[in-house]
């Protein structure tokens, strides 16, 4: 069983940063994804990385601003949140993948992935 545990949500002025982590506990093979969501709104992909070769894909909305990374040795990925926007806030749930398709690949489809974190909120003010 994989627990996941995220951190690093808060208060950030617009046009700040913000890094976030996600610990991963139960696995070290892990396809890692981070999601937001807004009440009201459906969850919409963020950024992933793949489970062996580093592969990472990011949405349009984030692309150049935001950096996936990952240390193999603690099991946790980080979301380097740069340049933040106001509809950058949300929850963002991090999120892992056991499956064969994420091993080689980094998916953005949330259907791939088995496990979530509870979230951590993000808000944004200008």
């Known amino acids: 069983q994989v627990q996941l545990v995220e951190s690093g949500g808060g208060l950030v002025q617009a046009g700040g940063s913000l890094r976030l982590s996600c610990a991963a506990s139960g696995r070290t093979a892990l396809g890692m994804g981070w999601f937001r969501q807004v009440p009201g709104q459906e969850r919409e992909f963020v950024a992933a990385?793949?489970?062996?070769?580093?592969?990472?894909v990011y949405a349009d909305s984030v692309k150049g601003r935001f950096t996936l990374a990952r240390d193999k040795l603690k099991n946790v990925s980080y979301l380097q949140k740069n340049s933040q926007k106001p509809e950058d806030a949300a929850v963002y749930y991090c999120?892992?993948?056991?499956?064969?398709?994420?091993?080689?690949?980094?998916?953005?489809?949330?259907?791939?992935?088995?496990?979530w974190g509870q979230g951590t909120q993000v808000i944004v003010h200008s």
């Open positions: 990385i793949s489970q062996t070769t580093g592969d990472t």
């Open positions: 999120a892992a993948s056991t499956r064969a398709k994420t091993f080689f690949e980094a998916s953005a489809t949330d259907a791939d992935y088995d496990y």
